[in-house]
């Protein structure tokens, strides 16, 4: 039903960035098999299989690449599909044998996308690292936090997720948009470090004439403006002010009862900031979170109540739109965007590694008997034994 229908992904299981954008694309509705070990890989944090919610909608086949029936199976996965997945440091897929010109002589059309953190080249190519460490050498870290604070990492969401993940999902379309013209397929080399720079292009340009800051929390938007920052109300929850225009600025004024008071006046003026902060501070205290939702959600103050996770499904706006949706027992987003007449779904719940292989393999055109020889091989298969990803 999605707008990728058709489109045929192999993912090789990763963490983080990779299975994140795996997981967009078959929300789109991209047919993805994720080629997980047949062995655990200790990678990540132990959890259940269904919390995993990166690894939703795809199917598992569970193969050992390090015998050469396992790597002749992911290459013949490859050659069927428009595109490929791989998460590892430079130069181990090549030394596993499926590498992008294995995968290539296979397939002169697929597009091979590679996820890491540092990119494919540069003397940190092949050094460990975290999604901490790819934003704090971009620029990005350095600009959130509070003033006369430390950085704060802003969880995984600018260096793993938006600057990894969606640049990998990106890149894979416009290659795919390409390869469909040219005939040929390439390799799209993302690095988080890039993707994270890239998000805060507009940033630069800001710094560029002088209109933005290297301090944290001395800017606008990064919550050195009184106008666009967190408040905490009556009962110890958080509400959000974003009047940065002048006539929402005015309006919230009305609405906190502070308007004509000179303190307020001149709103860019940074040197009345702190005690601009401390007026709103002290009207924000006066009233819970609910009240003020009740008061000033739906105007144009730009206002909106903190939620966690646990409140975001009740929020009448989302419920409104579906945006929260629950599956085992399990909350989540669902996809994003929407489409107006190709529907975007999430196409099942997240797999145990390996529960699909013998159905993908048949599906992509591997005989029993094959698949039977591969079983004895200890090819494919959780830990040899079929059934085990089922259990």
């Not at 490929?84 to 597009?111: M, S, T």
């Not at 929850?237 to 609405?255: D, P, S």
């Not at 779904?345 to 698949?371: K, N, S």
Request: some cysteine.
């Amino acid at each position: 039903m999605g707008p990728l229908a058709g489109m045929k992904v192999v993912e090789l299981a990763g963490i983080g960035p990779g299975p994140f954008c795996a997981m967009l694309l078959s929300d789109m509705g991209a047919e993805v098999v994720r080629i997980d070990r047949r062995e655990p890989s200790g990678l990540g944090v132990p959890r259940p299989h269904g919390s995993d919610l990166l690894n939703r909608g795809r199917k598992s086949v569970a193969v050992d690449m390090k015998t050469p029936e396992g790597v002749e199976t992911v290459l013949r996965l490859a050659a069927q599909a428009d595109a490929l997945i791989e998460p590892f440091r430079p130069g181990v897929a090549e030394r596993l044998g499926v590498g992008p010109e294995e995968c290539f002589a296979r397939n002169p059309k697929l597009v091979y996308g590679r996820m890491t953190g540092w990119g494919q080249t540069g003397p940190l190519a092949k050094v460990a690292g975290h999604d901490l460490n790819y934003i704090a050498i971009s620029g990005v870290l350095s600009a959130i936090g509070p003033r006369g604070g430390p950085p704060v990492p802003p969880l995984n969401v600018a260096g793993d997720f938006g600057g990894g993940a969606l640049y990998l999902a990106f890149g894979i379309m416009s290659a795919i948009w390409e390869s469909q013209r040219s005939g040929k397929g390439q390799v799209v080399d993302v690095s988080m470090v890039e993707g994270a720079a890239s998000l805060i292009t507009g940033f630069y340009g800001l710094r560029g004439f002088g209109a933005w800051s290297d301090k944290r929390g001395d800017n606008i938007i990064d919550g050195g403006a009184p106008f666009y920052s967190v408040y905490e109300a009556k009962d110890g929850k958080y509400v959000t002010l974003g009047a940065i225009e002048a006539k929402f600025y005015a309006l919230m004024l009305v609405a906190l009862g502070l308007a004509g008071d000179p303190v307020m006046d001149d709103q860019m003026n940074k040197e009345k900031w702190p005690a601009q902060r401390e007026k709103i501070a002290a009207v924000m205290a006066t009233k819970t979170r609910d009240e003020w939702t009740a008061l000033l959600e739906g105007t144009d103050i730009c206002y909106a109540p903190v939620l966690d996770m646990a409140e975001v499904k009740d929020h009448p706006h989302n419920a409104a739109r579906g945006s929260f949706v629950e599956i085992d027992g399990y909350l989540q987003p669902g996809p994003a965007p929407k489409f107006s007449r190709t529907k975007a779904e999430i196409q099942g719940p997240p797999a145990a590694p390996g529960a699909h292989t013998r159905e993908v393999l048949v599906g992509w055109g591997f005989d029993t008997e094959e698949i039977d020889a591969l079983e004895a091989a200890g090819a494919v298969g959780w830990r040899g034994d079929g059934k085990k990803a089922a259990e």
